[in-house]
T-cell receptor, first 114, second 117 residues
Framework: AQSVTQPDIHITVSEGASLELRCNYS??????LFWYVQSPGQGLQLLLK??????LVQGIKGFEAEFKRSQSSFNLRKPSVHWSDAAEYFC????????????FGGGTRLMVKP | GAVVSQHPSWVICKSGTSVKIECRSL??????MFWYRQFPKQSLMLMAT?????????EQGVEKDKFLINHASLTLSTLTVTSAHPEDSSFYIC?????????????FGPGTRLTVT
């Protein structure tokens, strides 16, 4: 079965600083990978996804993520964080043999200092 | 496009009563919908997969008699929490898969906060 690990439960960065949120997955074949963002009391918004092709994926709100097969990672990055980016971020993996279901990581809470 | 709504956004009910949560795909037909539960400051846990016109598939440990799921049409799935207890208080999120799109992408509703007193 597939699994996702987000090693950092909380991250605090200063506004304007760069950001990298880590995501490691476990799956036997090429996974389908997603990053979602959740504001307090809200549902999930898709930031970006990877399923094939270019391993550097561009998403909304200035986010990007890079798929590194050798490291089983799909880290999320943003060059300059804005205060509005403060939220919970979830990495998820989808697998063909799992009936379209997604497995989510534990989430990383991002706080932005002014 | 690909908007999913949930109703209600929050609900308070008394212990022992039942409450129904609706999940609707507004601009596409969803053959498959998913129900998740999220505890405070935790990740989403898949409860069940709902397929239109057939019985839902529940994840291990989820009581199917307590969490009744009905997917009677291509745009509506409902989750009924029967005989609710305080431990059922949680944030419930649904998602829907657009069969015409990328098959592993799910569109999420805004969630429903259930509080059982």
């Amino acid at each position: 079965a597939q699994s996702v690990t987000q090693p950092d439960i909380h991250i605090t960065v200063s506004e304007g600083a760069s950001l990298e949120l880590r995501c490691n997955y476990s799956y036997g074949a090429t996974p389908y990978l997603f990053w979602y963002v959740q504001s307090p009391g809200q549902g999930l918004q898709l930031l970006l996804k990877y399923f094939s092709g270019d391993t550097l994926v561009q998403g909304i709100k200035g986010f990007e993520a890079e798929f590194k097969r050798s490291q089983s990672s799909f880290n999320l990055r943003k060059p300059s964080v804005h205060w509005s980016d403060a939220a919970e971020y979830f990495c998820a993996v989808g697998a063909k043999n799992a009936g379209n279901m997604l497995t989510f990581g534990g989430g990383t809470r991002l706080m932005v200092k002014p | 496009g690909a908007v999913v709504s949930q109703h209600p956004s929050w609900v308070i009910c008394k212990s022992g009563t039942s409450v129904k949560i609706e999940c609707r795909s507004l601009d596409f037909q969803a053959t498959t919908m998913f129900w998740y539960r999220q505890f405070p400051k935790q990740s989403l846990m898949l409860m069940a997969t709902s397929n239109e016109g057939s019985k839902a598939t529940y994840e291990q440990g989820v009581e199917k008699d307590k969490f009744l799921i009905n997917h009677a049409s291509l745009t509506l799935s409902t989750l009924t929490v029967t005989s609710a207890h305080p431990e059922d208080s949680s944030f419930y999120i649904c998602s829907a898969r657009d069969p015409t799109g990328f098959s592993y992408e799910q569109y999420f509703g805004p969630g429903t906060r259930l509080t059982v007193t």
